[in-house]
């Protein structure tokens, strides 16, 4: 459902102040903003993002061994198929690409999870949850995409708590990549690597309409830039 965006100060007062507590750098006055008063708000339709979790969840179990035939029959018989990106496909069904790096979308599959409300808490200061990989597609007992979403029933968070939990994320990759420039120490147990994946996924699933967002970016064009 589209709703009009929280007031963009408040959200970043609040989000500065989370950073405070964590004792992390705050980015510069001139820091832009994630959106303008009066932009509207609203998230990817929740298939779309359980799709996208599913996707993601067996990109990452061939990171972690799982052989391309039975990944790439999985997404066959779930009509995935077309939604994984050229990389993703590259690596899941021919191996292509760097096996460390498509790992890490671990936090970005957390992430999901918590826009969906199968997770019930995105904590900056901790991994992804314990038990995560459970509430998501048991690829091993050949669980199929609609029974997963049968099991799940996943009940998708409010787009303005997103939004107010995109901006936390966009001032913490800020915050994380300049205190590790810096060598300062980090307040938790995760590192920049996370933060940014959190990131890239809430970027992709919240939506902006407004005079300064343009179309919703496919998932290998989320810009993490700035």
Not at 25 to 42: I, M, Q, Y
Not at 53 to 76: C, D
Not at 180 to 202: T, V
Request: charged share 25%; with cysteine; aromatic share 8%.
């Amino acid at each position: 459902m589209t709703v009009t965006s929280p007031d963009p100060q408040r959200v970043r007062e609040a989000s500065l102040e989370a950073l405070h507590r964590l004792r992390l750098p705050l980015p510069p006055p001139n820091f832009p903003l994630a959106w303008e008063p009066g932009d509207l708000v609203e998230l990817r339709p929740g298939e779309e993002i359980e799709a996208r979790a599913a996707i993601l969840n067996v990109v990452l179990a061939r990171a972690f061994g799982m052989p391309s035939q039975l990944a790439t029959e999985w997404l066959r018989e779930a009509r995935l198929e077309e939604r994984l990106t050229a990389p993703e496909w590259q690596f899941v069904a021919e191996g292509d690409g760097d096996e460390r790096s498509f790992a890490l979308h671990l936090e970005a599959l957390f992430a999901l999870s918590w826009l969906l409300g199968i997770a019930m808490d995105l904590d900056p200061l901790l991994p992804s949850a314990e038990g995560l990989m459970d509430r998501l597609p048991n690829l091993p007992q050949g669980e199929t995409f609609a029974a997963w979403r049968q099991r799940t029933l996943a009940a998708p968070r409010g787009a303005g708590d997103a939004a107010t939990q995109l901006d936390l994320y966009y001032c913490l990759d800020w915050s994380y990549l300049e205190a590790e420039r810096r060598r300062l120490p980090l307040p938790g147990q995760i590192d920049s690597n996370s933060i940014g994946q959190r990131r890239w996924a809430l970027e992709w699933a919240v939506v902006f309409t407004g005079p300064y967002h343009g179309d919703p970016p496919g998932w290998e064009d989320v810009d993490l830039s700035t």
